[in-house]
């Protein structure tokens, strides 16, 4: 070696060392949360609104404790009888108040846990954990008396709208979830669907093949009041005559069929014409789509089909929301999937727009799944997003007035803390602004953190592959399992609800023949008493 190149190495070798050294001396001082273990966050397109919202928010600390909020228990009129709210087995109707010292607390849990393991080393999965401050069970009442109609009466129908984000792409954790509900109390189909999605062949539930030339708006972009949104936040105009989407029903129990299909579609374009093709028929039916007003529908079949397909023609600037696959009696659930959705862009929908629809499907319930895409963004505190979100509930609130809605908590999110994964500092946090605008908006709350186990599940879940390497998105497996747990939780409170309301409506009995042979016995004594002058 040449004595240039000698000197030379020797140089380089002295920089490496001094870093060497320099990092060593100065680990201690380093943050241990360097990078975290998500490698899909790169990808993520977070909506517009939670982007203007993280700039538009000074960063501060919640200042949960100076005040309280109040809520007033409502009371359910039905046909027959005036219902107060039921939690477990006692009837209430005063006033609750919730202080915010009352919410999840960061300070609530050990996030050094290290959970048990079996014999051959390996973690095992923890089970939910309970918690004792807010749910707001009492504020789903009237979808509680709902199901307790159908349950009963094995009549009637009961909608829920499912909305959320990456974490239900595809009708993940949804499918489950409206499975198991429509075993319990009937019902079949997948519920509406959209004509296009970022999920549409990958969907278990049903596949959905859009071709042609479409034109597609959806509230992700952010504001635009001008454009009439479906309830799925979504609009699709048929670009030219090529435009047509095709439906498979696929094998979720349950929704081995298309059910009924039917279009939701807004003012139809002159000569708009829709021939749908049933199953693997040469030949089709013509439909005028003829309707003007800003919500129309029209029956496709009133078979239950394996499939279908649409060809759209003259159809052009015809607004376009998708279909609704449902029987007329049981549950519907319909998914409502975003990637990058905050759960602010909700905030966009028409409250007109959303009555038509509601007035066509009838929604009991809407819950809100979100919290993934907000974690992905460093915050001090959750404050902005709790105040945006309050508003968002609002607005639903005067969208669907008739409707109860249940906020799921974020689920567990996993980051590397020097050589171990373990809870992200944010998930508490997040949570508690979550369970703060649930009570201050008087909707029900589940914590799908406390369903996980609590702190330093998602690794395990991970491990067990019921989750995704990013820890943070669970696995088709794992999607499967908190579907079901959504499920038991939500019947757990349910079931409390329907024993009071047995034994009140037993009561009702019980006092009604009380009062009828009171009137009895008082009539025999009249006849029997003599008449005086």
């Known amino acids: 070696m040449l004595f240039k190149d000698q000197k030379q190495f020797f140089y380089a070798f002295f920089i490496i060392a001094i870093g060497a050294l320099l990092f060593y001396f100065t680990k201690p001082f380093l ?31 919640l200042t949960l404790d100076q005040d309280s909020i109040n809520l007033t228990s409502p009371k359910i009129a039905t046909d027959t009888v005036s219902i107060p709210v039921i939690v477990k087995d006692s009837i209430i109707t005063p006033k609750k108040k919730i202080t915010y010292a009352s919410l999840i607390r960061t ?38 008396e ?29 499918q489950d979830f409206r499975s198991a509900l429509q075993t319990r109390f009937g019902g079949r189909g997948v519920g509406f669907v959209s004509i296009k999605s970022e999920s549409a062949r990958s969907r278990y539930s049903v596949k959905h093949y859009a071709s042609g030339n479409w034109t597609q708006r959806n509230y992700m972009k952010g504001r635009a009041d001008s454009l009439p949104y479906g309830v799925n936040g979504a609009i699709f105009f048929p ?75 003259g159809a052009q600037n015809t607004p376009i929301y998708g279909i609704d696959f449902s029987d007329a009696t049981g549950v519907a659930v319909d998914g409502f999937s975003n990637r990058g959705n905050s759960g602010l862009p909700l905030s966009i929908l028409n409250i007109g727009q959303m ?125 499967r399992k908190i579907g079901r747990m959504i499920y038991g939780e939500l019947m757990e409170d349910y079931s409390a609800f329907a024993k009071a309301r047995s034994k009140q409506l037993q009561l009702q009995i ?15 004594s009249l006849q029997n008493t003599p008449l005086h002058d």
Do not use: C
């Open 31 to 61: 943050p241990s949360k360097i990078f975290t273990e998500n490698s899909n966050s790169t990808n993520i397109v977070v909506d517009s609104l939670m982007l203007k919202a993280m700039e538009d928010v000074e960063q501060e600390p």
């Open 107 to 144: 300070t609530d849990f050990n996030y050094n846990l290290v959970h048990p393991v079996d014999s051959a080393g390996i973690a095992l999965i923890p089970s939910a954990i309970s918690y004792t401050s807010y749910k707001g069970s009492e504020n789903l009442a009237r979808f509680f």
């Open 146 to 174: 709902k199901l307790y109609q159908l349950e009963q009466s094995k009549k009637g129908k009961v909608r829920i709208a499912y909305y959320g984000d990456s974490m239900i792409d595809g009708d993940l954790i949804v």
């Open 239 to 313: 670009a030219d005559s090529t435009a047509s989407v095709k439906y498979l029903a696929s094998g979720i129990k349950n929704s081995y069929r298309l059910n009924s299909p039917r279009l939701f579609y807004g003012p139809a374009t002159d000569n708009a014409l829709l021939k749908v093709t049933e199953e693997k028929d040469t030949t089709f039916n013509s439909i005028a789509l003829k309707g003007k007003n800003g919500l129309n529908t029209v029956n496709l079949s009133s078979k239950n089909l394996k499939k279908i397909e649409l060809d759209f023609s």
């Open 355 to 479: 009555k038509k629809f509601d007035q066509e499907l009838g929604y009991d319930l809407i819950i809100l799944q979100f919290g993934a895409n907000v974690l992905t963004r460093e915050s001090k505190s959750y404050n902005w997003y709790s105040s945006r979100m309050t508003k968002v509930i609002n607005h639903l609130k005067q969208a669907f007035p008739n409707t109860d809605i249940l906020i799921l908590g974020t689920a567990d999110k996993g980051t590397k803390f020097e050589n171990l994964v373990k809870t992200d500092t944010s998930v508490v946090k997040l949570l508690r602004a979550q369970q703060h605008y649930a009570a201050k908006t008087e909707s029900g709350f589940m914590s799908l953190f406390h369903l996980m186990g609590g702190v330093n599940t998602m690794p395990i879940w991970t491990d067990q592959k019921l989750a995704n390497n990013d820890f943070t998105h669970f696995s088709p497996k794992g999607s």
């Open 510 to 524: 019980e006092q009604h023949k009380a009062d009828s042979l009171a009137t009895s016995t008082l009539n025999d």
